[in-house]
């Protein structure tokens, strides 16, 4: 078959619906085998249940994200939201350029301090207490403040964003129509809900700009014209489902690496210029995003395969990071490994704009979160609960023991 289908249904469910290889909770765990296996054995295939190509392999996944005129980001679902990551160019490089200067290097960097003062503020809630939840308790609103603060909103609305961020990335409980509607309608709810909220304050900073970046926007032009307030409340849920969710579960990857394998935490702990390293190899080998759609615009040719133009297309990130033919000794966690070509943050035209910001937050909070505990464990009698999200590597909750 050839997969020639671009209703929304299409898209959602090859989003949404795991993979049939990988359903158990065990798989969805530890995933990394069986994409080793799809790789090897099935490098390009259509999967019929989930209407779309998986595609496995380094060099594939690299050359579909290279070539945004062949592989679409606008996946057929309409643009209503003013997403960018569903965005092709002219509109996208405009928009890319518009919110581009909020997020560079320097701009970035100035955050360091406070991002600083929230990893202490975090660290010294749970000091006294021996345990933490890294998710709940640290890699979960590090990133939040941060962002909240960046956007100009009250973090005292954390706790809303939070959850309204979890129910916007979970996929389907199971592959059952029921488990889809379910999901569905509580996308919409939350959609909904964070679409009021934003507009409220849009409308506020309207009438009284603040230095924010929601005023920054709202004084941005492209081409002389201003950012509907559907791109701007589009940017801004972004923001929060793409820059938090992702962030965390990075910060958290890397603590869940770090307690499987003593002797790296041991080594980054004596020698803390190794942390960039560290979240490299996290992002390589334990990916937040696994997995990224793209849309054939025609008929294309990929591994002897013909990939028919409307074809819902997913690149297998979490796999192609693992490949032999890209990197030595794949399966092993190595904090040397230098260079590290990981598609963790993408490749192209829609690179993650806000990797920086990732980079700097996972940098000083792992740096701090090491320096302050001698030890750091899992507690043992736990079991690890994947995020509901096919497209998600993280755990909802990772209870750690600490040393001091
Ligand atoms: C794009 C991953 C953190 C904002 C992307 C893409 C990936 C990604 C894979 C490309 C998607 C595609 O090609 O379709 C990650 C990971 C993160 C992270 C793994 C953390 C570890 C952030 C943060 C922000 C952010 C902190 C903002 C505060 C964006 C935006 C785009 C994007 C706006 C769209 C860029 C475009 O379409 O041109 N991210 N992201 N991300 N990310 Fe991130």
Redesign the pocket.
């Known amino acids: 078959t050839t997969g020639k289908n671009t209703t929304s249904e299409t898209e959602r469910y090859a989003n949404l619906i795991p993979m049939k290889e990988i359903q158990s909770i065990q798989d969805r765990l530890f995933p990394f085998s069986i994409y080793d296996t799809l790789r090897k054995t099935t490098p390009v295939r259509y999967d019929q249940t989930r209407a779309c190509w998986d595609v496995f392999r380094y060099e594939d996944v690299h050359y579909i994200?290279k070539n945004p005129k062949l592989f679409s980001?606008n996946r057929g679902v309409g643009n209503k939201q003013g997403n960018?990551?569903k965005?092709d160019p002219p509109k996208?490089t405009k928009m890319?350029n518009l919110?581009n200067k909020a997020?560079t290097p320097k701009a970035v960097n100035e955050l360091t301090q406070r991002i600083q003062d929230v990893t202490t503020f975090l660290l010294d809630q749970v000091k006294a207490k021996g345990t933490m939840d890294m998710i709940h308790d640290f890699a979960g609103p590090l990133?939040v403040i941060i962002?909240a603060e960046l956007l100009g909103v009250p973090t005292k609305d954390r706790e809303l964003f939070k959850t309204y961020s979890d129910i916007l990335v979970a996929g389907a409980e199971d592959g059952s129509d029921e488990a889809f509607k379910v999901m569905m309608k509580k996308r919409q709810e939350g959609t909904m809900f964070l679409n009021g909220y934003f507009k409220d304050i849009i409308q506020e900073r309207q009438r009284s700009p603040k230095d924010d970046f929601i005023s920054l926007l709202l004084a941005a032009e492209i081409d002389g014209e201003k950012l509907t307030e559907e791109e701007l409340l589009g940017f801004c849920i972004?923001?929060l489902v793409?820059?938090n969710e992702?962030?965390t579960?990075?910060i958290a990857n890397a603590v869940r690496y770090m307690v499987e394998d003593t002797d790296i935490q041991e080594q980054v702990r004596t020698n803390l210029s190794l942390v960039p390293n560290l979240v490299e190899e996290t992002?390589r080998f334990y990916?937040?995003?696994q997995a990224?759609?793209r849309m054939a615009t025609e008929d294309v040719e990929i591994g002897g395969y013909t990939i028919r133009k409307g074809a819902q297309v997913i690149s297998w990130?979490a796999a192609a990071n693992r490949d032999e033919q890209k990197f030595a000794q794949p399966d092993r966690f190595m904090l040397e490994r230098h260079p590290n070509p990981h598609l963790?943050?993408?490749f192209g035209?829609?690179?993650?704009?806000?990797?920086p910001?990732?980079r700097l937050e996972?940098k000083v909070a792992l740096s701090m979160l090491l320096t302050s505990f001698s030890k750091l464990e899992r507690v043992e009698h736990v079991e690890l609960e994947p995020i509901q999200s096919p497209f998600v590597f993280g755990v909802k909750s990772l209870p750690i023991r600490l040393s001091l």
Do not use: D, K, Q, W
């Open positions: 994200l980001s960018i990551l965005m996208h890319r919110i997020f990133p962002i972004l923001l793409a820059g992702t962030t579960n990075l992002l990916p937040p995003v990224i759609g990130v963790s943050f993408g035209i829609h690179f993650c704009l806000g990797a910001l990732a996972a």
